[in-house]
């Protein structure tokens, strides 16, 4: 048997107890059952032989034991087990971690468990309490394969991101797979509460095309109310003036002006005072119509002096502003940890690190969900 740690929380957690069967891979079901994982749900995610999920081999970068930056980002507070769902004996194990699993999580092509003879609304019959969400490319009838870069693509991001004369562009991170894994998140905690109630579990679907469809918001309100499509604005705001990027002398920042006493508290923070008295720029609609006046001034003005000035001046008057940050900044700033991730956004609990392909593949098959009841006394060295 191989030994493992489990860290206890050091508190009650808000999913103490709830078991999460983890059928996922790549990242908007990984980082699902991560979250449910960070708050305290106990997850096992179920891997395929040999090569597991398939972003253990995305890389480099790999850490010094060979493992993926990519896997690690989305799988901590998870133990990882072997099982084929090719094999009979191993779909039978996995039907009865579902039987007594309080969620599953799947990510699998339409009809694909089926097949195989694990059918989710047969093992829901069995278990009238759980709770099954299947996260899709484009929904429940579709068969296409889910990536966030074509879902970008597909459902305008692209058309709006990047500078106006340039070419479409997708977001850095793969966002859409994100927002899905998120949607899927808040989907199973309200099935969660629903149950608490009723007693009675739910069938959940979530697909990458409806919650970036969804995360359009007011874009998409715009087009609709002005019958005008959307355009690229680079670094600016289509309805806010000044939102956008400014160059100080040594490197960029943002301001943010949200309202007309921000505006001109903001202006006479940076010294343009002609500006902050002129009644045409009084409201955001004046100033969306002088645009191009207001950035010229800007720019020049906030071109003469390091960025720190502008911020402590900003600051003083309560501007929303900030300089723009590297990523390695941004993970120094948050102490981020290379072996398990960035902090839980939930603010909740970190138990232990991302598994080792079938690390804990033999205390499963003996222990079932009780392995969370126990602690190992020997480390296995993580």
């Excluded at 991560?34 to 081999?57: F, Q």
């Excluded at 468990?113 to 490319?137: F, H, K, Q, V, Y």
């Excluded at 899927?184 to 969660?192: E, F, K, M, Q, S």
């Excluded at 079938?358 to 480390?379: A, C, E, K, P, Y």
Aim: proline letters at 5%; one cysteine or more; hydrophobic letters at 40%.
């Amino acid at each position: 048997m191989i030994g493992i740690t489990i860290e206890p929380p050091k508190c009650e957690t808000m999913l103490n107890g709830i078991r999460v069967l983890d059928l996922t891979r790549v990242l908007a079901g990984p980082f699902c059952t991560m979250m449910l994982g960070d708050m305290g749900a106990d997850v096992i995610k179920v891997e395929r032989p040999g090569t597991g999920d398939e972003t253990r081999g995305w890389g480099p970068p790999f850490n010094e034991d060979g493992e993926s930056a990519y896997f690690l980002s989305a799988n901590r507070n998870k133990l990882s087990i072997v099982l084929d769902i090719e094999d009979s004996a191993d779909r039978h194990f996995i039907e009865g971690l579902a039987g007594e699993a309080d969620v599953v999580v799947d990510n699998f092509r339409r009809g694909t468990l089926e097949r195989r003879g694990l059918d989710p609304d047969e093992l829901m019959r069995r278990n009238s309490a759980l709770i099954w969400c299947t996260i899709t490319g484009f929904g429940p009838t579709s068969g296409r394969p889910g990536y966030d870069f074509v879902t970008q693509a597909e459902c305008g991001w692209m058309a709006i991101t990047g500078e106006p004369d340039g070419e479409p562009m997708k977001v850095g991170v793969a966002l859409a797979d994100v927002l899905a894994g998120k949607d899927a998140a808040a989907a199973i905690l309200a099935a969660l509460v629903a149950r608490a109630r009723s007693g009675g579990g739910r069938r959940l679907f979530i697909s990458l095309v409806d919650s970036a469809r969804a995360a359009l918001v007011n874009v998409a309100q715009n087009v609709m109310v002005s019958g005008k499509d959307a355009g690229r604005w680079g670094n600016a705001h289509p309805n806010l003036v000044p939102y956008q990027l400014f160059n100080a002398k040594d490197r960029p920042l943002v301001i943010a002006v949200g309202s007309d006493g921000q505006w001109v508290s903001c202006a006479r923070a940076l010294g343009l005072d002609a500006l902050a008295s002129d009644p045409e720029l009084a409201t955001n609609a004046g100033r969306l119509a002088q645009r191009q006046r207001i950035i010229k001034e800007f720019s020049s003005r906030i071109r003469s002096a390091f960025a720190s000035v502008w911020l402590e001046r900003l600051a003083a008057v309560g501007v929303p502003t900030g300089v723009v940050k590297s990523v390695r900044e941004v993970t120094e700033d948050a102490k981020g940890s290379a072996r398990t991730g960035m902090p839980p956004g939930v603010g909740e609990s970190l138990r232990f690190p991302p598994p080792r392909l079938d690390q804990h593949g033999s205390v499963i098959r003996h222990s079932g969900w009780r392995v969370f009841d126990l602690t190992f006394g020997q480390s296995d060295g993580r």
